[in-house]
Nanobody, 124 residues
Framework: QVQVAESGGGLVQAGGSLRLSCTASGQTFTVYAMGWFRQAPGKEREFVAGTSRKGGSIEYADSVKGRFSISRGTADNRVYLQMDSIGPEDAAVYYC?????????????????WGQGTQVTVSS
């Protein structure tokens, strides 16, 4: 089993930056990739970004390309999401995920392990 925990959410002004962190623990040797999803009120959960264990494969949702950056920590069980030029549309609960998304990182069903989520609120 793998446990995933996020941190770093909070209130940010539109145009500002925020960095989310995520740590996986447990049987992390089974984790091939880690990533981020988000869910705003009344909307479906959507893919934000994902990276393979060594960072050789990275994907972003079109809506965040050029503004968000995903990276792995020195230890393979950590992943970060640097969020810049944040807009109101980025307000959501952000979930860290881990697993082996063999059919694509953007698919919700492909990720085995999910964190509890961290809230990002954007003020205008």
């Amino acid at each position: 089993q793998v446990q995933v925990a996020e941190s770093g959410g909070g209130l940010v002004q539109a145009g500002g930056s925020l960095r989310l962190s995520c740590t996986a623990s447990g049987q992390t040797f089974t984790v091939y990739a880690m990533g981020w999803f988000r869910q705003a009120p009344g909307k479906e959960r959507e893919f934000v970004a994902g990276t393979s264990r060594k960072g050789g494969s990275i994907e972003y949702a079109d809506s965040v390309k050029g503004r968000f950056s995903i990276s792995r920590g020195t230890a393979d069980n950590r992943v970060y999401l640097q969020m810049d030029s944040i807009g109101p549309e980025d307000a959501a609960v952000y979930y860290c995920v881990a697993g082996h998304p063999s059919l694509g990182m953007s698919r919700v069903a492909e990720w085995e392990y999910w964190g509890q989520g961290t809230q990002v609120t954007v003020s205008s």
